[in-house]
């Protein structure tokens, strides 16, 4: 029961969530009718995860079957929540999926793609206006955080491949794999040859 | 065909909270409950459970393995809250149907989900729940949620149940039980008796429908008495699961 009380606050918190991007329940309600069992080994629990156009529902039990079958331990669950590449994580010895994994990876896709239209929810409190006045004031800096945060990375990788010298270049890097992956071709071509020229020499030999 | 009950000449009589009433006034005597409470019902729910009854109904949900397409009977669904789910559930290609035998409770019901924009899959039918008005193996669940216990014919009630479920389809009840834990039991027991009435009284203004509530909470079937009650029907796999100490069981069967 404790459990149940816990999945019903979350559904509702997660769906108003939702609600807060136009176009997450549009999405949601194309994956409406399917079943999403998450099956976590250690520790064991397990959550069934059903969506439709008014949000996600979870629940801790369902007397059907489900359409797809995530099993895995808590540790790779974390992972998959929160890393952008997540077929590295899918495709690990722990995870396990059943069934039709494209479901779950468009709800996956419609959580990550998440673009929160905080203005609106503000508005509601503080008036259109007030909700602008905030909104810019808040936007410009958090613009400039980021831009600012994307050209130190920038000049930092320039800095250290072409300045100082200490890291090789990306270019540079690739221009050398190229070659070892060229010489490689070579010998295995050179081991070849010499394995043909060897039964030339030693027709009897049993390959 | 003669029915044993209605061999006698005198009618039998059956309970109505801890009186007993002849047979045919016990539906009389339940509407009149329902008639008076059911603008307030929501609410009362709310104020006696605690809220909890959301989580009971929740739970049923869960076991009933609704799914698309499915066509599902909600019994004495009274102001549908199981309805408004089974409605999400089942989309545009199933079916819900919300049945109770009180008008007051149904229109409360209707007005309720329509204003919550609940409709197009969901149909409104006034039935009694002994003789459900649905051809054989029609439904893949049928949901019984706080209403048997009001059912004359208990019996009855379930052997139509049994008769318009698809075969593999599920039964649940949702009903108050016998608490498992003998001090919890006392308690209750002074909650319901005492508390119970009292804010009935304030605020439905009617402390005796409430009083019933509690009388006929007593006198329903215990688990394992409506466990059996459901083999005997010819239900498979009866199961029941105790919620809140045993205050509600929620007892699930298949049909073969």
Same mark, same amino acid.
């Given at each position: 029961?404790l ?6 606050g ?45 949000? *996600? =529902?979870?629940?801790?039990? %369902?007397?059907? !079957?489900?359409?797809?079958? /995530? +099993? ?5 669950? #974390? $992972? ?13 010895p ?10 779950l990876?468009?709800?996956a ?28 004031? *808040? =936007?410009?800096?958090?613009? %400039?955080?980021? !831009?600012?945060?994307?050209? /130190? +990375? ?5 800095? #250290? $491949? ?46 | 065909?003669t ?57 049923t ?56 924009g ?63 834990n ?44 409506l ?30």
């Amino acid at each position: 029961m404790l459990r149940a009380a816990l999945l019903a606050g979350a559904e509702r918190g997660i769906n108003r969530i939702l609600r807060l991007d136009p176009t997450a329940l549009p999405r949601l309600a194309r994956l409406s009718g399917r079943i999403i069992e998450i099956d976590c080994t250690a520790p064991a629990w397990r959550l069934f995860i059903l969506a439709d156009d008014e949000g *996600l =529902r979870l629940a801790s039990d %369902w007397g059907a !079957d489900a359409d797809c079958r /995530l +099993r895995a331990p808590a540790s790779s669950l #974390l $992972s998959l929540a929160v890393s952008r590449n997540k077929t590295a994580v899918l495709h690990g010895p722990e995870v396990e999926i059943n069934g039709d994994s494209g479901l779950l990876m468009n709800l996956a896709e419609v959580l990550q793609d998440l673009e929160l239209d905080w203005e609106y929810e503000i508005s509601r409190w503080l008036g259109p206006v007030g909700a602008q006045l905030l909104g810019s004031s *808040l =936007r410009s800096p958090v613009e %400039w955080a980021r !831009d600012s945060a994307g050209s /130190l +990375r920038q000049d930092l990788a320039d800095y #250290l $491949s072409e300045e100082s010298r200490m890291l090789v270049g990306q270019a540079e890097a690739q221009a050398r794999f190229d070659e070892l992956d060229d010489m490689k071709l070579a010998l295995d071509r050179l081991e070849a040859r010499i394995e043909r020229l060897a039964l030339h020499l030693n027709p009897e030999r049993p390959e | 065909m003669t029915d044993p009950r209605k061999a006698h000449d005198a009618e039998p009589t059956t309970h109505f909270g801890y009186k007993n009433v002849p047979e045919s006034q016990k539906a009389q005597k339940v509407a009149e409950v329902f008639h008076s409470v059911a603008a307030k019902y929501d609410l009362m729910n709310d104020l006696m459970s605690g809220g909890v009854h959301r989580l009971w109904k929740r739970f049923t949900i869960e076991l009933s393995g609704a799914r698309h397409g499915n066509r599902v009977l909600d019994i004495a669904g009274g102001t549908g809250d199981l309805t408004r789910q089974f409605s999400r559930i089942v989309g545009h290609t199933g079916e819900v149907v919300l049945a109770d035998i009180n008008a007051s409770m149904l229109k409360v019901g209707r007005d309720k989900l329509l204003d919550k924009g609940v409709a197009g899959n969901v149909r409104f039918v006034q039935a009694d729940a002994e003789k459900l008005p649905f051809p054989d193996n029609y439904f893949d669940v049928v949901t019984i949620a706080f209403g048997l216990r009001n059912v004359t014919h208990k019996e009855d009630a379930i052997a139509s149940m049994l008769r318009v479920l698809k075969p593999g389809g599920r039964l649940l009840v949702l009903e108050f039980s016998k608490p498992t834990n003998q001090l919890f039991s006392k308690a209750y027991d002074a909650y319901s008796f005492s508390l119970l009435p009292m804010m009935g009284k304030l605020i439905t203004n009617d402390a005796d429908s409430y009083r019933y509530l509690a009388e006929s909470i007593r006198m329903h079937p215990d688990q394992e008495t409506l466990k059996s009650m459901m083999e005997t029907a010819g239900f498979e796999r009866v199961s029941y699961h105790n919620m809140t100490g045993g205050i509600v069981a929620l007892h699930r069967g298949i049909k073969p």
